[in-house]
């Protein structure tokens, strides 16, 4: 008896794993707003960082994710959905705030753009294998940084390389983890659905 193994479907270039699923207005817009709703979610685990006004939170790995695995257009309208609610007063940014007159918005703003640039690299194989995610994480959360340090400076009045201090460099150690994370998780993912890009 012979048992033939199930064929392993290629996909075509430029497929995320949101692609995976079947395709329809309905679903982008689930997507969108669920990715907002997670990041959203995911800020609120955060811990105070003594001497900065920015708390660690699971915000900006909840943006790296959600840009990776729905690509950049839906990565961007996620975090636009996520950062536009917030402004309105919805308390889903880090520590339960919201609006824009806070030091930490530049983050946000930042989290936008990255997760922009991961979900293009992502729709390019980025995140199908572990140094590759590794280097999109990377890149990604120092997109964040070029973006939020600089807010953090001019919404505080400190110094760049006091903001560096305070925006920066306590949360190194954290981002190295959630790399690791993501570099398990998101070629874990492609390889559990029995696929290749």
Avoid: C, H, N
């Avoid at 395709?23 to 959203?40: I, M, N």
């Amino acid at each position: 008896m012979s048992t033939a193994a199930a064929p392993v479907r290629t996909l075509r270039a430029g497929t995320v794993l949101a692609d995976l699923l079947p395709s329809s207005r309905v679903r982008d817009v689930a997507l969108v707003v669920g990715g907002a709703a997670l990041t959203g979610l995911a800020a609120q685990l955060t811990l105070p960082v003594p001497g900065s006004p920015v708390p660690v939170s699971g915000q900006t790995f909840a943006a790296l994710l959600v840009g990776t695995a729905l690509g950049a257009r839906r990565g961007f309208l996620s975090l636009a959905v996520y950062a536009v609610v917030g402004m309105a007063g919805v308390p889903w940014f880090a520590e339960a705030s919201s609006g824009y007159a806070m030091p930490s918005f530049g983050y946000v703003l930042g989290m936008l753009l990255a997760a922009t640039v991961v979900g293009a690299l992502a729709r390019r194989g980025a995140d199908r294998s572990v140094l590759r995610t590794a280097g999109t994480m990377v890149l990604g959360s120092a997109i964040i940084y070029a973006v939020g340090v600089p807010y953090l400076a001019l919404a505080t009045g400190m110094s760049l390389g006091q903001a560096v201090a305070a925006g920066l460099t306590p949360f190194l150690i954290g981002d190295a983890l959630k790399a690791a994370l993501a570099m398990g998780a998101l070629p874990a993912a492609w390889k559990l659905l029995g696929r290749k890009g």
